[in-house]
Structures are given as structure tokens and as C-alpha cells.
Nanobody, 117 residues
């Protein structure tokens, strides 16, 4: 099993910045890619960004140029730096890590990000 614990959410004004963190523990050798998803009220959960252990990244079009995903493989932690935040970025953000071999997905508990003036 892998445990994912997020931190860093909160309330920010439009145009502001936040940084989310997600620390992985447990059987970390069973995971490689880590990423962030988000779910706004009344909407489906959607991919935000992913990063492999080798540093390859993937972003949703809606966040390209504004969000940056990074990771510290020593600390088993992935980060999401969010700049130029918009009200439509308001959502619960979830850390995710798929198991390398069996298709299982591990999820964090979620952290609320609210962008509002």
C-alpha cells in the first residue's frame, strides 16, 4: 500500500499563487508516475499534471504555462506550483499515483483550493 498526504491548499485571490505538496509513504517502489487531479463542484475529476520519476511531465491544456509540477525523489514528494490562479481553478485537488503493475490507483485525501476575491 501507498499513502499520499497532501498539503498547501487554501483561499487565494485571482492572479495569486499557491503551492501544493504530496508526500508518499509505504511501498513507494510500487509507484513511478505521480500527479495531480482536481474536481470542481458538479464536475468530473480531471487530470491537472503528472510527472514520472525521470522528470517527464504532462499538463492539462487549461493549466499549461501557469502550473508547474515537480518532484523530489529523495523525499518522495511531488509539488504543484500554481501561478496566475483563476476562479475556474477552484476545486478539490487530489494527489494520485498509479501502481506500476496492477492498475491500482492510490489517492490522497484531497485539499481544497479556492480562488476568489
Amino acid at each position: 500500500q501507498v499513502q499520499l498526504v497532501e498539503s498547501g491548499g487554501g483561499l487565494v485571490q485571482p492572479g495569486g499563487s499557491l503551492r501544493l505538496s504530496c508526500a508518499a509513504s509505504g511501498n513507494i517502489f510500487s509507484i513511478d508516475t505521480m500527479g495531480w487531479y482536481r474536481q470542481a463542484p458538479g464536475k468530473q475529476r480531471e487530470l491537472v499534471a503528472t510527472i514520472t520519476s525521470g522528470g517527464f511531465t504532462n499538463y492539462a491544456d487549461s493549466v499549461k504555462g501557469r502550473f508547474t509540477i515537480s518532484r523530489d525523489n529523495v523525499k518522495n514528494t511531488v509539488y504543484l506550483q500554481m501561478n496566475s490562479l483563476k476562479p475556474e481553478d477552484t476545486a478539490v485537488y487530489y494527489c494520485n499515483a498509479p501502481h506500476r503493475w496492477n492498475g491500482q490507483h492510490y489517492w490522497g485525501q484531497g485539499t481544497q483550493v479556492t480562488v476568489s476575491s
